[in-house]
């Protein structure tokens, strides 16, 4: 057993927390629809809940019905790998911790120009988190902040609404996808 799946096991009593899964449930799900979208050429992104997932981006309302369908659909017949994916902002989240930790680390105490002494390797090790970060956010999305298994979820509704940004008044269109587990 590898390090991340030992402490993915000592986690296990808050990421099998009925409301946890749940949240983990949706994101999965909002991810395995994102894939499917992302092969029809939509780009969008997500944000999930409790009670489902938001996805941000011009799509129809019945491709994004038939996609959540799909995707649930694949899910259950065990495509778990859906779960999972390389934009999520899990994987952002690991790469800025590690590179702002990197940083942190390297830079301080140090006066200015035993900082800019470092800075060349500094360079490389960034490079190595910006290499290593991925690899390590999806391991984080498999283990922790998502869940393949989607149990029992079944879709309620998928309702479009069109929003105006605050500050440019551009329009952004969002469906929002309700879930509830059977």
């Not at 283990?143 to 509704?157: K, M, Q």
Request: net charge positive.
């Amino acid at each position: 057993m590898n390090p991340m799946e030992r402490l993915a096991e000592f986690a296990e009593p808050v990421t099998r927390h009925p409301y946890i899964l749940r949240v983990r449930r949706n994101h999965g799900l909002e991810h395995a629809t994102i894939h499917i979208l992302n092969q029809r050429n939509y780009k969008l992104s997500g944000r999930s809940s409790d009670s489902g997932f938001v996805l941000l981006g011009e799509v129809p309302t019945e491709q994004v019905e038939s996609a959540v369908a799909e995707a649930l659909r694949r899910l259950k017949a065990g495509e778990r790998k859906l779960a999972l994916h390389p934009n999520c902002g899990t994987n952002l989240v690991t790469a800025g911790f590690l590179a702002t930790a990197l940083a942190f680390l390297g830079f301080a105490g140090r006066g200015l120009r035993r900082s800019w002494e470092r800075f060349p390797s500094m360079m490389v090790a960034m490079m190595a988190v910006v290499l290593l970060s991925t690899p390590l956010g999806m391991s984080l999305q498999r283990h922790f902040t998502t869940e393949g298994d989607v149990g029992e979820l079944e879709l309620v509704s998928v309702r479009r609404e069109s929003k105006t940004l605050p500050l440019n008044g551009q329009r952004i269109t969002l469906h929002r996808v309700v879930t509830a587990s059977g």
